[in-house]
Structures are given as structure tokens and as C-alpha cells.
């Protein structure tokens, strides 16, 4: 296994596991204000942003960088 694997924090990470992660850590409030993005604000639930997260590089990209730091 090369280095940068190793010191990636989301190697092994599925977008799912992310997403629960940030809204135990965060909440739906806090994730909405930081992400300004409808699934966040409307209704959210997990299923329903994975759906948009799955279509929306530039809007995983922000999760994935907010799960970063929450690390």
C-alpha cells in the first residue's frame, strides 16, 4: 500500500459513512449553514443526499473536505 493511501482519511470511506458521520457530528442545522445546498436544508435525510451527492461532484467535493476537518 503506497503512503498516500495510507494518510488518506478517506480511503475506505464510503460516501454514505461520511454523510452519518457529519450529521452526528455537525447536525442537518449546522451542515446547511456550512453547505448551502437544498438536501441539507429541506427535509433533510441520508438517503436523499446521497442521491444528490452521487450526481453533484462539486457538491461532494464540500462533504468531502467538511469530513476531512470534522477527522
Known amino acids: 500500500m503506497t503512503n498516500q493511501r495510507?494518510?488518506?482519511?478517506?480511503h475506505g470511506v464510503?460516501?454514505?459513512?461520511?454523510?452519518?458521520?457529519?450529521?452526528?457530528h455537525y447536525g442537518w442545522n449546522k451542515m446547511g449553514r456550512v453547505i448551502n445546498i437544498k438536501c441539507f436544508n429541506n427535509d433533510?435525510?441520508?438517503k436523499s443526499s446521497l442521491k444528490f451527492l452521487r450526481k453533484t461532484p462539486w457538491a461532494r467535493k464540500k462533504v468531502e473536505d467538511?469530513?476531512?476537518k470534522c477527522k
Do not use: N
Open 6 to 10: 495510507l494518510h488518506d482519511p478517506l
Open 14 to 24: 464510503t460516501l454514505e459513512m461520511m454523510l452519518t458521520r457529519l450529521v452526528e
Open 44 to 46: 433533510p435525510s441520508i
Open 66 to 68: 467538511l469530513y476531512r
